[in-house]
């Protein structure tokens, strides 16, 4: 079920990985600077990014060096610490540094402040800007002869604890867009493609589809594939989640970027560059971590009025005390501290750095988030509809059961004669069988004049002897008498062995219900989350899946279109519904949940009509994603409580409140309150990583 079209030029693939690392690292740096960070378009490289921490690290580092005899030097902290030190030019001297760290250590923040001006939304650059530019102004024409206190140490203290909140927030950044570097350096740069019987080695932007191509033991897979010969195990989890390596063998799809075991494999080449399954992931990911979700534009929104509010409460501060008579230097002061303390810096960051760890998570984990609003509104989900075949289920029928008429013929000797006609045929009945037969060792026979009867069974020739594996609807229309027949007891599938036109018994094939389902149920069931089984099969075998699951109903005998229905019936009932089905003949319901939750997709992560898609058929990766999203919600929430709440207190403390009670907050105490607010947003948004999922 691909819905992405396969264009030929697009086979030719470009050199992925070096695109894909540009894209996210311009992807990263726009995501930074979304959450406030510095201004500046134009080219984004990954180099680029590593070099603006770089220089921002370098400025920090001048800086502070500057910083310390500006500070020794300050009239202020003299009087502060009770210590005097008589320099000669002390005040000239301070004027030089200052200088330097204003127009060096504050250049970012500078150009910052005419970025935003010129784009018309006056942000955190804004905020930073003004109140360094007055606090050099103004201390500058102290130095050529206005009387007042100089404001040069809070000026550097200011710049070097801003610079070093942007580093941190920057590398923060950065970090959350590693677990996607992770899966772009995991596509090797060459692949042994096998041409004229020889093996060349080639880059594998040159592979195209349908080459025949070598991986060896411990290699990585170039590009998506179906296995030609050779057998061997491969580690995928850094692609799906699942720690458990795979067993490949002839006709296995594998995946390009997954890790070869010891074996050797020939693998034909299916899909290359855009189509690939890395890049499909990679593509999801970018697009979930860009998509903006409620939560985002409630941050974009409170981070615009902060802004108006703090430029209105910095001149409406120097306003206020003026008018009450204070000296301008004090009202100055207050205005450039009610200014620093209000930069909604933490809140610019609180939002993003959650999005990028949790796609990048639960990425990592299998769970691939197409739309970021339904997997933040998983926390809101009273209802699950499961979809049973291949999710509760494993979807591939197992032998449970050998029964034979008569003494007369063994069961080995049945299942060793169906086999022989079953290996003609791919339907799930005859893998089951063949699985059984091979996993008791038996030699499955040649045989001959094989022949398919629609809806009815298969026929051949095994040994020089009539066999025919059918099902009940064979028996009727030839009114074959069976004795004691109990295969239509129970929940399962039963064909008959007929042997020379005789039965000589049945056997029953059961679809397994996956070891993880019932753990599932179980955690959706203590978060109080209602589950439905929603099958196409009959009531008996609905019944009996879900008793034995233990869930809070089923609904039986729904045809594909009929799902849909039951969505609505559900949410007309104020219900806030998932649904979980593999995205095909799900399509319409997926689309109509609240939620959609493709489950299955392996390797086609193109599941259009889902919001989520879960890369393993792992039931419990349901219960972990409503768990994760309810977690990722928390965080983000936490986060917007503690940047919105901390400039809630501080402001009016800054302003000068409760000055007639001794208690007020200078700009260096503001500053460093205003950076320690967004390095404990960006730790708060790094826990997440420790959510189980």
Not at 433 to 440: F, G, P, S, V, Y
Not at 566 to 590: C, I, R, W, Y
Not at 597 to 622: C, H, K, M, R, Y
């Amino acid at each position: 079920m691909d819905h992405t079209h396969h264009h030929p030029e697009e086979h030719h693939a470009h050199s992925t990985a070096g695109k894909l690392k540009t894209d996210l690292a311009e992807k990263t740096v726009h995501a930074h600077e979304k959450a406030g960070g510095h201004a500046g378009h134009g080219e984004h490289g990954h180099d680029h990014h590593a070099m603006r921490i770089d220089d921002f690290k370098k400025r920090f580092w001048i800086s502070l060096a500057l910083s310390i005899p500006v500070i020794v030097l300050s009239p202020m902290v003299q009087h502060i610490l009770g210590y005097t030190l008589d320099v000669p030019y002390a005040m000239y001297i301070a004027f030089v540094l200052s200088s330097v760290i204003f127009f060096y250590g504050g250049w970012p923040f500078l150009t910052g402040l005419l970025d935003e001006v010129k784009r018309g939304s006056p942000g955190m650059m804004t905020l930073i800007g003004v109140a360094i530019s007055v606090a050099y102004v103004y201390s500058t024409a102290i130095v050529f002869g206005l009387k007042g206190m100089d404001f040069f140490w809070e000026l550097a203290t200011l710049i070097v604890i801003m610079l070093l909140g942007h580093w941190i927030e920057m590398k923060s950044v950065m970090g959350a867009s590693k677990a996607l570097e992770l899966l772009v350096s995991m596509m090797p740069s060459e692949a042994h493609v096998i041409r004229n019987g020889q093996m060349v080695n080639i880059p594998i932007a040159e592979l195209q589809k349908d080459d025949l191509i070598q991986v060896k033991p411990g290699e990585k897979v170039p590009a998506d594939g179906l296995v030609e010969s050779g057998e061997s195990y491969l580690n995928e989890s850094m692609l799906t989640g699942e720690s458990k390596p795979a067993q490949k063998v002839q006709g296995d799809k594998v995946i390009g970027g997954s890790i070869n075991g010891n074996g050797s494999l020939q693998v034909r080449v299916q899909n290359t560059g855009k189509d690939s399954y890395l890049n499909k992931v990679i593509n999801l990911i970018q697009e979930a971590q860009k998509t903006k979700s409620e939560t985002q534009n409630l941050a974009d929104k409170a981070a615009k009025w902060l802004t108006y509010i703090a430029l209105f409460a910095g001149f409406g501060t120097l306003a206020v005390w003026l008018l009450m008579g204070a000296e301008f230097a004090f009202a100055l002061e207050r205005m450039v501290t009610v200014m620093v303390i209000s930069c909604p810096h933490a809140l610019g960051l609180a939002v993003p750095l959650v999005v990028a760890i949790s796609t990048a998570v639960s990425a990592r984990n299998g769970l691939l988030i197409r739309n970021r609003t339904a997997f933040e509104n998983s926390r809101r989900i009273t209802t699950i509809i499961f979809d049973k075949t291949g999710t509760l289920t494993k979807g591939s029928h197992e032998v449970a059961e050998v029964v034979t008429f008569s003494n007369n013929i063994s069961e080995t000797e049945m299942l060793r004669l169906a086999a022989g006609v079953e290996q003609h045929s791919e339907h799930y009945i005859s893998q089951g069988i063949l699985r059984k037969a091979k996993e008791q060792n038996i030699l499955v026979p040649a045989s001959e004049n094989f022949n398919y009867l629609p809806g009815k069974g298969l026929e051949g020739t095994v040994e020089g002897r009539d066999v025919k594996v059918v099902g009940p609807n064979y028996l009727e229309e030839f009114k074959v008498e069976v004795p004691q027949n109990k295969a239509e007891e129970g929940v399962e599938t039963a064909v008959y062995v007929l042997v020379d036109q005789q039965p000589v018994g049945y056997i029953k094939l059961r679809d397994q219900i996956r070891e993880e389902s019932a753990t599932a149920i179980k955690v959706l069931k203590e978060n109080g989350i209602k589950n439905l089984l929603l099958t196409g099969d009959n009531e008996r075998v609905a019944k009996s899946v879900s008793e034995k699951l233990q869930m809070d109903g089923f609904l039986a005998n729904v045809l594909p279109h009929q799902k849909q229905e039951k969505v609505k019936e559900l949410q007309a009932k104020n219900e806030f519904v998932a649904m979980t089905g593999d995205g095909v003949n799900d399509a319409p319901a997926l689309a109509q949940a609240d939620v959609g939750i493709a489950v299955g997709s392996g390797t086609d992560v193109a599941a259009e009509t889902a919001d989520i898609i879960l890369v393993n058929s792992n039931p419990q990766d349901i219960a972990s994603l409503i768990l994760f999203g309810k977690a990722t919600y928390r965080k983000m929430i936490q986060n917007l409580i503690w940047a919105t709440g901390y400039n809630v207190v501080a402001l009016p403390l800054a302003a000068g409140v409760l000055y007639n009670w001794g208690i007020m907050i200078s700009p260096a105490v503001g500053a460093v309150l205003m950076s320690l607010s967004t390095i404990i947003v960006a730790i708060n948004a790094q826990l997440l990583r420790r959510e189980v999922i």
